[in-house]
């Protein structure tokens, strides 16, 4: 599906004339030509993938949306002088391979290239298999964009969050993001008959895993602040029968803060936490880090673009942070970069009821064509 979906996005960039490039990872580039092509380009865009039970928006509409504040220029009459670059990058969401943002990072260099070549999904299927199967060769080291490579960055997505369709305010500009990490935690405990061990003989890694569960949430709502979030959304027990009493546990946890201070904090008491459940249930825990991404700062020149192109049409807006990570988040390392947000029905996101109007997806699209117009002018 995920082929199918690249193919048809490509040729939608072809029929607009743009020039379509894709690097080893299966990034994608299409590019509308300035007038004076070795200027850096103004690049936007977001990605199509989708975690399980997803909506159909997250990603979608900042890579759809871009097409069409590129098509709604060329209908303009519009030929920018810098080149304007729509981005579709690969495997945004950590389902594949247990990394989010896989291509925005190897694109911005925040990885060591080499070792992500044998990245395996769950099916052992490495990255490097997984990517020849799909006609993308070379080497991921070749990702790498350099600083300056592009003026500017705008990633149009819809907000995941209710604030806006509260405030009844169609857009958000993006003035921070926060910063994710996630964690893999492996305990292995004793298994055995669920009817013939006694309960004060056991040594239950399912039971060792559920108050650690719990110790994520004390520490998110530990810190007093409402930008603190902890969740446990994968947990796989072995051997995963009824009446076998659990031997292993993985699982997978998300801590995110606005605050890099505070996320320290909670990740220190979880890990107080697993110290303490080991040893009281005679289990051991063994914690390994996916990532822990600083958080970012968007650029003030490309908010002021975003801001003047919503006061132009007289679009009210709200500046925001953004909870969730985006391929921003790794952009804004080599790009001065910011977002644009929309509304979404109820705030609902990575569920298959995501929602948002065609009025807010055109008013979005319409916002960012203006901005990029202007820092390509
Ligand atoms: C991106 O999907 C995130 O988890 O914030
Ligand atoms: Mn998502
Ligand atoms: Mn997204």
Not at 158 to 174: F, N
Not at 266 to 295: F, H, S, W, Y
Not at 371 to 377: K, M, P, T, W, Y
Request: proline share 5%.
């Amino acid at each position: 599906t995920d082929r199918a979906a690249r193919a048809w996005f490509k040729a939608r960039c072809t029929d607009a004339g743009l020039t379509v490039r894709e690097d080893a990872v299966g990034n994608t580039f299409a590019r509308f030509a300035g007038t004076d092509p070795a200027l850096p380009a103004i690049a936007t865009g977001s990605h199509i993938d989708a975690i399980p039970h997803a909506g159909r928006y997250d990603g979608t509409v900042g890579v759809l949306g871009g097409l069409e504040a590129i098509r709604a220029l060329q209908r303009a009459g519009i030929r920018p002088r810098r080149s304007i670059e729509l981005i579709q990058f690969t495997s945004e969401e950590p389902t594949r391979f247990g990394i989010g943002c896989l291509g925005s990072r190897l694109l911005c260099g925040s990885r060591d290239a080499s070792a992500d070549e044998t990245l395996c999904d769950k099916d052992n299927q490495t990255l490097n298999e997984a990517r020849g199967a799909a006609g993308f060769g070379g080497s991921l080291n070749g990702v790498r964009l350099a600083q300056g490579h592009y003026a500017g960055f705008i990633e149009l997505h819809i907000e995941q969050g209710p604030l806006l369709e509260r405030a009844g305010i169609p857009l958000g500009i993006v003035t921070a993001i926060a910063a994710p990490a996630s964690l893999r935690i492996f305990i292995d405990g004793e298994g055995g008959h669920a009817g013939a061990v006694l309960m004060p003989d056991r040594r239950d890694a399912f039971l060792a895993a559920a108050e650690i569960a719990l110790a994520v949430e004390a520490a998110a709502k530990g810190t007093g602040s409402r930008d603190s979030v902890g969740t446990c959304g994968l947990c796989e027990v072995f051997p995963g029968a009824v009446n076998s009493i659990p031997s292993r546990v993985r699982m997978e946890l998300d801590v995110r803060d606005t605050s890099e201070a505070r996320r320290e904090t909670m990740l220190a008491k979880i890990a107080l936490g697993c110290q303490e459940v080991a040893l009281r249930r005679g289990v051991t825990i063994r914690r390994e880090m996916i990532n822990a991404d600083p958080p970012a700062q968007c650029d003030p020149a490309v908010v002021a673009a975003l801001r003047a192109a919503a006061s132009q049409h007289h679009f009210k807006f709200q500046e925001m942070v953004s909870r969730a990570y985006h391929d921003s988040l790794f952009m804004s390392r080599i790009a001065p970069t910011a977002m644009l947000f929309i509304p979404c029905r109820g705030g609902v996101s990575h569920r298959p009821d995501e929602y948002a109007s065609p009025e807010a997806i055109a008013q979005g699209t319409l916002v960012l064509a203006e901005a990029l117009a202007e820092l390509a002018r």
